[in-house]
């Protein structure tokens, strides 16, 4: 900045500022910049005076001045992406999820190897880096301290890194569910260094980079218009549209006192230049000689690509399989604001879970929301048979659940190598004849015959109203369903030992197995969803309940109420797609 090397204009400035304050204020930033240079826009302003003086003239004048706006000063260009995070977005924001760009599969082998220094523009980087991602691990950030360059280290994913806390011993705290991997399986480490314009990537690499433009655009703000040039001689200038003239220390112009509409015409529109294109170099920097030759040259990944997308997927894969999710939800009519099933146990079922985790030849396939699996959990628990339970989520149909039961319904029962069966009944059935632990049926033909008698009652007429008052929407077919649901409880209640407190008599039956289920969503889900009400202290009934709710094999296969109040929502709002069951129950069809 050049100062003015006329006399000192401070006594003028003084006199100005006592019969105009704001004068100072237009003054201290004209566009002639010889008196004082501009405000930053990072620095605090202070006003010029606090003190207030009365002008000679009416108040009104100073309404109609138009206040000069100057063009902002350009800001301090700082690089954006250099704060530490542990999201790759982070470091680099803007990056595009694209699925399928021209050159896919050549862009992402050439990113994966990096045998040569590479140069990116910043529309290929956006495009392409989030389909390799997965491939690097991010290490560290550095930047440059006089240059804007950035360098972001990123180390090949596979070479692992040790935890950096700690296993927690809080029992309450919920633990994350991880597979340990081997570490040090690659030395790959590049560099990224980010360029953030052209004229800043050939001062660096001497190069052009592609496509490279003739004419290196300058900053990307708004810039000052530039200050005139020097008068040759002593020409007349300019001040807001008054011509300048020297001024002793009390002589100033009359009309200072009075600011008129010219004094504060506004400046010129600031001009603007498109933003610069960012540039971005890889390279691979994974020591001297990584590739073993003790050349100096950096080695290559010991392992292929395939694998790198094993181990982890890239962003753009992920992103897709959210979006596929949420259109399978909503294609089934699901809202995403509401509630679905749980896909693994609570409470006292997932201590159960955890006991039942180790290999065994038995195997159950369950889903802990579903009663037709809990039928099968209780009996296994009742005869104390060794199994191992397998949570599946029966809506995706994993390969595992089809291989057992090619429906892919739940639950599935795997005994030995190769034999499996399903349907729930069938499951108990084969359990009893397996002859391990209590027995579930008589052992006369003719008392068997009469809890197959009442298990068929169970599956034909209680637990198809169940879901029938579930899934009514309308009042009145509520309280018909109601009516006819505890018409055929009362049936059972009727066949059932008159002392119990269970079916037939002190212990655990297969018809209890069987209803017991529907009984723990009696309280849990009819009644939040559809009021049912609780059994009349003192009768045969709320004896019964009392006692299957009671019963340690029913305990312990019974998650939180949350879960079933989630995951029976979309029952009770009869959402398209909900199940099979649900489906069959609305075509007036048996159990599916």
Not at 194 to 219: H, K, S
Not at 370 to 394: G, H, M, S, T
Request: glycine share 6%; aromatic share 8%; net charge positive.
């Amino acid at each position: 900045m050049q100062l003015d090397n006329r006399p000192s204009p401070v006594p003028a400035l003084q006199q100005l500022q006592t019969l105009h304050p704001g004068a100072l204020q237009h003054l201290q930033q004209s566009p002639d910049v010889s008196l004082y240079a501009p405000t930053l826009p990072h620095a605090a302003y202070q006003q010029p005076h606090p003190q207030q003086y009365a002008l000679s003239g009416h108040a009104h004048q100073q309404r109609h001045a138009v206040q000069y706006q100057h063009p902002q000063q350009p800001a301090h260009l700082v690089p954006e992406h250099v704060t530490p995070s542990s999201n790759h977005s982070s470091h680099f924001p803007g990056l595009r999820l694209i699925a399928e760009p021209p050159d896919l599969d050549a862009w992402r082998q050439k990113l994966f190897h990096v045998d040569d220094t590479i140069t990116l523009t910043e529309d290929e980087f956006s495009t392409y880096f989030p389909h390799i991602d997965n491939v690097y691990s991010h290490r560290s950030t550095q930047r440059h301290k006089r240059k804007r360059f950035v360098s972001h280290y990123w180390d090949c994913r596979l070479k692992g890194r040790p935890p950096g806390t700690k296993k927690s011993t809080d029992p309450d705290k919920k633990k994350r569910k991880r597979v340990a991997r081997e570490r040090d399986l690659c030395d790959v480490k590049i560099k990224i260094t980010e360029y953030f314009d052209q004229q800043e990537y050939i001062e660096q690499t001497g190069q052009r980079p592609p496509d490279a433009e003739d004419d290196v655009p300058g900053r990307s703000v708004a810039t000052l218009p530039s200050a005139p040039s020097a008068p040759t001689g002593h020409q007349p200038s300019q001040f807001f549209a008054m011509q300048e003239r020297d001024v002793g220390a009390w002589d100033l112009a009359q009309s200072m006192a009075q600011p008129t509409v010219q004094q504060f015409l506004p400046g010129p529109e600031p001009q603007t230049q498109p933003m610069p294109k960012k540039f971005y170099t890889f390279q691979r920097v994974n020591g001297n000689g990584g590739n073993g030759k003790g050349d100096g040259v950096a080695g290559p990944h010991k392992h292929t690509l395939a694998e790198s997308d094993r181990v982890k997927k890239n962003s753009v894969v992920r992103w897709l399989a959210k979006c596929e999710k949420v259109d399978r939800r909503k294609s089934q009519g699901g809202d995403l604001s509401k509630k679905t099933y749980h896909k693994k146990a609570t409470g006292n079922a997932l201590t159960t879970v955890k006991a039942h985790s180790k290999e065994n030849e038995l195997k159950l396939y369950g889903s802990a929301f579903c009663p037709f699996v809990q039928r099968v959990w209780i009996a296994l628990e009742q005869k104390n048979i060794p199994y191992q339970y397998i949570e599946v989520d029966p809506y995706k149909k994993p390969q595992s659940l089809l291989d057992v039961n090619p429906r892919g319904l739940v639950p599935a029962l795997r005994h030995g190598p190769t034999w499996s069966t399903h349907e729930s009944t069938v499951i108990m059935e084969y359990l009893e004849d397996l002859n391990t632990g209590p027995a579930l049926l008589p052992a006369d033909a003719q008392s068997r015959a009469t809890q197959r008698l009442w298990t068929d009652h169970v599956n034909r007429n209680i637990i198809p109203l169940f879901y029938k008052l579930l899934q009514a929407q309308e009042q009145h077919e509520q309280v018909s369903h109601a009516a006819e649901l505890r018409n055929q409880i009362a049936k059972l209640v009727d066949a059932a030992d008159a002392t119990g407190p269970f079916f037939v008599g002190a212990h655990m039956s297969f018809v209890d197995v069987q209803i017991a289920p529907w009984v723990v969503r009696l309280r849990r889900v009819l009644g939040p969803y559809r009021g049912w009400p609780a059994a009349e202290e003192g009768s045969r009934w709320a004896t019964w309940i009392r006692a299957i709710e009671d019963e340690q094999s029913v305990r312990m296969t019974t998650s939180s109420d949350e879960l079933y109040l989630d995951s029976y929502e979309r029952y009770a709002e009869n959402r398209p797609g909900t199940s099979m069951l649900a489906d069959a129950v609305n075509a007036g069809r048996g159990l599916p």
